[in-house]
């Protein structure tokens, strides 16, 4: 199965920024829609960002104009630069293909907290 590897989260300040990598075994990057997913505990996870292989891209409103989703295919790697970041983007992200199966394969994700 393809390995998917996120990392760039921590603690971050209201406003502040992070900029959240993941990597991938294969070349799937480079025939694949993905996306970034995340979830915080009780509650699914939701897609808040998708990207084609030509880097056609989508936001969910909630992170719209304050996230920015890129893949650099040749690195299998995927990566979201987010901005102005709110207590409520605290979660766990996640990338994945997109469509993703919610009870299929997913890495382990990367804590992003915002908080004061």
């Known amino acids: 199965q393809v390995q998917l590897v996120e990392s760039g989260g921590g603690l971050v300040q209201p406003g502040g920024s992070l900029r959240l990598s993941c990597v991938a075994s294969?070349?799937?990057?480079?025939?694949?829609?993905m996306g970034w997913y995340r979830q915080v505990p009780g509650k699914q996870r939701e897609l808040i960002a998708g990207i084609t292989s030509g880097s056609i891209t989508n936001y969910a409103d909630s992170v719209k104009g304050r996230f920015t989703i890129s893949r650099d295919n040749a690195k299998n790697a995927l990566y979201l630069q987010m901005n102005s970041l709110k207590p409520e983007d605290t979660a766990v992200y996640y990338c994945?293909?997109?469509?993703?199966?919610?009870?299929?394969?997913w890495g382990r994700g990367t804590q992003v907290t915002v908080s004061s």
């Open positions: 994945n293909k997109f469509p993703a199966v919610r009870q299929g394969y």
């Open positions: 294969g070349t799937i990057f480079s025939v694949s829609v």
